[in-house]
C-alpha cells in the first residue's frame, strides 16, 4: 500500500470571513466554493476511496500507481449535515464523519467555541489586569495592563488560553473558562442557539440520516470532546465507552471507527489505544499533519492532512 493522503476536515460554511470578526479566525469551517473546488479536484485526479477500503488494504505491500484519498470529517458540526454531505453525494464521495456523542445528545457547544464566541462579543475595548487576572494570568507575558483590546490581540490571547486548556482536566477548564467569560462581561451560555450555526452540531435525527447512505460512515470523536491524556483511567474509560454507547444506541451499530479529540502526539497514548481495542475500534487516526503510511504509523496514529486550521494543508493536496 502506497502513502495516503487522508484529509481532515470539521466544517463548511456558506459565509465568507468579517475582516472585523474574530468568528472562524483559524479558518475551521472551510468556505463553501473552496470545498467544492477540493472535493473537484481530489475526485479528477485521484482515487477516492471509502475509510473501510482504506483499512482493508493497510499494510499491503503491493506497490501501485494510484494515489488514493479519504476523506474525514471531526467533531460533528451541523454544517457537515447541511452543506458538505450535499456536495459529497454530487461528486459521489465518500466520507467517515466522527462525531462528539455529549455534544450532539446535550446540544452544547465545544468549550472552543464557546470561547470564540466569548472573545468575538465582548464589549470590552480595553483591558487591565486588575479587570481580568484570568486572562492575563492565561496569556502572561503578551498581554500589558491597561491595553487596547483590539482583534488582532483577542485572536493572539484566544490562541494562548486554548492551547493552555487543552493542557488541565476538564473540570478546571470549565472553572477557568466561567472566569473568562465573566472577565469578558459575557453569560456562560453551554447550549447552542440559531445565531450559532456554525458552531452547532448535527442532530441524532441528521446523523440517522446519514449513515444510511451508502457514501457515509460514521465514527466516535468521544463524549464531550476532552483530551484523552487529560483524564484519569475511569474519566478516559468513561469518556469513551460512553461515545461508542450512544452510537450504537442511536444507529444501531457501531462501524469501528473513531478519531482522537484534538489528536497531537501529546494527546493521545497507550491507555487510550488499549481501552479503544477493548470496545471494538479498528482505526484511530491523529491529526499529525501528513501522508498516512504504513511503514512508519499503524491503524491507531495514522497521519492526516487538516484543511482550514493549518495552512500547511495546501502543500500535502497539490503536490500529492
Not at 493522503?5 to 472562524?24: A, D, F, M, P
Not at 475511569?234 to 465507552?241: G, T
Not at 494527546?267 to 479503544?276: F, P
Request: glycine share 4%; with cysteine.
Amino acid at each position: 500500500m502506497n502513502e495516503t493522503l487522508v484529509l481532515l476536515y470539521h466544517g463548511v460554511t456558506n459565509s465568507k470571513r468579517q475582516q472585523s470578526s474574530l468568528r472562524n479566525y483559524n479558518s475551521k469551517h472551510l468556505y463553501i466554493k473552496t470545498f467544492e473546488e477540493q472535493i473537484s479536484y481530489v475526485k479528477k485526479n485521484f482515487n477516492v476511496i471509502s475509510l473501510n477500503e482504506f483499512v482493508k488494504n493497510w499494510g499491503n505491500n503491493e506497490i501501485t500507481t494510484k494515489k488514493n484519498v479519504v476523506i474525514t470529517f471531526d467533531d460533528g458540526f451541523k454544517n457537515n449535515f447541511d452543506i458538505a454531505a450535499p456536495i459529497l453525494e454530487k461528486y459521489e464521495t465518500p466520507a467517515t464523519f466522527y462525531i462528539s456523542t455529549g455534544n450532539v445528545t446535550n446540544r452544547e457547544l465545544f468549550w472552543v467555541d464557546l470561547l470564540e464566541i466569548a472573545f468575538d462579543e465582548t464589549p470590552k475595548t480595553k483591558i487591565s489586569i486588575n479587570e481580568i487576572p484570568t486572562i492575563f494570568k492565561l496569556t502572561f507575558p503578551l498581554l500589558k495592563n491597561k491595553t487596547n483590546f483590539n482583534l488582532y490581540l483577542k485572536i493572539k490571547a484566544l490562541d494562548l488560553i486554548k492551547k493552555k486548556l487543552k493542557t488541565i482536566s476538564p473540570d478546571k477548564r470549565t472553572n477557568l473558562i466561567k472566569g473568562i467569560c465573566k472577565e469578558l462581561e459575557i453569560n456562560y451560555i453551554q447550549k447552542m442557539s440559531g445565531k450559532h450555526y456554525d458552531y452547532s452540531t448535527m442532530t441524532w435525527n441528521d446523523i440517522k440520516k446519514l449513515v444510511k447512505k451508502d457514501l457515509f460512515t460514521i465514527g466516535g470523536h468521544s463524549h464531550f470532546h476532552n483530551i484523552f491524556t487529560t483524564l484519569n483511567n475511569k474519566e478516559l474509560n468513561s469518556e469513551i465507552i460512553k461515545s461508542i454507547s450512544l452510537l450504537k444506541e442511536n444507529l444501531g451499530e457501531f462501524s469501528g471507527h473513531y478519531a482522537y479529540p484534538e489528536g497531537q502526539k501529546n494527546h493521545y497514548d497507550e491507555r487510550s489505544k488499549n481501552i479503544l481495542k477493548e470496545n471494538g475500534v479498528i482505526a484511530c487516526p491523529s491529526a499529525i499533519m501528513g501522508y498516512a503510511n504504513p511503514i512508519h504509523q499503524d491503524l491507531f496514529d495514522f497521519k492526516r492532512v487538516m484543511i482550514g486550521i493549518d495552512q500547511k494543508s495546501n502543500y500535502y493536496l497539490y503536490n500529492y
